[in-house]
């Protein structure tokens, strides 16, 4: 199998890019995840479009180690959401060699969401940027149904969709509803497990999200039949936040046990530690 992996942000969230770039080296990754926008105000982030020289020092570090930046994180699409504030993210994400932008979706109002993302995506095609759409139950973008409603009526060359496992679960999601997107839409899914009970509520859902994910092949989500219904050579970012079981870990221990679980999932065979996908 020729499956590229990305080591998540979320599944390093307390180290910084430099740090979670050798980790991803390390462990056998393909790519890194970086986070330069808050998922939430108060949230980890490092703005790293606030700082041109360390940008250019991680660059070097990356070429360096061989490995490259995949998804960078995250814009909102709010009611009062404006692309031309996002040009310094835009000009950071590209100085990296970034591939995509993980997108949410939080306005109620769906024509305007939509006019929202069209003028992302204009303002990301020049700097090779798609713009990938997260849809989650917790979100105004709730879920694929949703996701794919914006992505047609927008229409645009460099606009893609993130089939997330978890959200997937959460959103009740079919593989034959994962199956029939179209494959120009699909850059690059998220990997993880959880179990079969799904919470109740948004914040709920949020905590889950971002501290309870499971291991791949530890929970109840049938990840072997969201991924057959992907594209095999799609690249996958392996991102699982788990406050109690990565406690005690170090970074590189977590990674490397998180991407062995991954492989297993995506390919079922002997797996050599430390070893490229």
Not at 41 to 51: K, R, S
Not at 97 to 109: C, F, K, M, S, W
Not at 161 to 183: F, K, N, Y
Request: charged content about 20%; overall charge negative.
């Amino acid at each position: 199998m020729n499956r590229a992996l990305s080591l998540s942000f979320l599944s390093c969230l307390s180290a910084p890019p430099e740090k979670a770039a050798r980790v991803a080296a390390a462990t056998g990754y393909d790519f890194v995840g970086l986070r330069m926008l808050p998922a939430a105000p108060g949230g980890i982030a490092f703005p790293l479009m606030e700082d041109a020289i360390r940008r250019r020092a991680l660059r070097r570090q990356l070429d360096d180690s061989g490995i490259g930046v995949f998804d960078v994180e995250m814009i909102r699409l709010a009611p009062d959401f404006s692309a031309g504030a996002y040009l310094p993210f835009l000009e950071a994400s590209a100085d990296l060699g970034a591939r995509a932008i993980l997108v949410a979706g939080d306005d109620p109002d769906e024509a305007r969401l939509t006019a929202s993302f069209v003028a992302l995506c204009e303002a990301a095609a020049p700097f090779a940027l798609s713009a990938d759409l997260e849809f989650m139950p917790q979100s105004d973008l709730a879920d694929l149904a949703a996701a794919l409603r914006v992505l047609r009526a927008a229409g645009q060359p460099n606009q893609g969709v993130i089939v997330d496992a978890l959200h997937v679960s959460r959103a009740r999601v079919t593989p034959a509803e994962i199956a029939a997107i179209p494959r120009e839409w699909l850059n690059y899914g998220q990997i993880c497990d959880g179990p079969a009970e799904i919470p109740s509520t948004r914040d709920a859902l949020n905590f889950a999200a971002r501290h309870e994910r499971l291991v791949p092949g530890q929970g109840r989500i049938d990840l072997g039949a969201i991924f057959a219904a992907l594209p095999g050579d799609l690249p996958v970012a392996v991102e699982v936040p788990n406050d109690r079981q990565s406690a005690g870990m170090t970074p590189e221990a977590w990674a490397g046990l998180l991407r062995e679980a991954a492989l297993h999932v995506l390919d079922p065979q002997p797996v050599r530690k430390g070893a490229r996908s």
